[in-house]
């Protein structure tokens, strides 16, 4: 017989991409924005362009790490079914 999931367990992951989207979005603005005072003088489009872009590669990183993660608990698991 088998257990009943959660609605937090199923949804677990999400919140974990989620918070390194707002992370990623956060340091990538925050480094823009030194380098545009100390270097080059960037423009906003230039700032929103580069923040987006970190923003994105930051859930794809979180979203490899869980796919990583979900993929080695199941083949736990299917080794325990052999």
Not at 5 to 10: A, E, G, N, T
Not at 46 to 53: F, W
Not at 55 to 60: E, I, K, Q, T
Request: aromatic share 8%; with cysteine.
């Amino acid at each position: 017989m088998g257990r009943a999931r959660s609605h937090r367990s199923k949804y677990r992951h999400w919140r974990t991409i989620a918070f390194a989207g707002v992370f990623s979005f956060a340091a990538t603005l925050l480094a823009m924005e030194i380098l545009s005072a100390r270097a080059i003088s960037l423009t906003s489009p230039t700032i929103i362009v580069a923040t987006v872009a970190g923003s994105l590669f930051g859930v794809c990183i979180a979203g490899a790490v869980s796919g990583w993660h979900i993929r080695r608990k199941l083949a736990g698991q299917n080794q325990l079914l052999d």
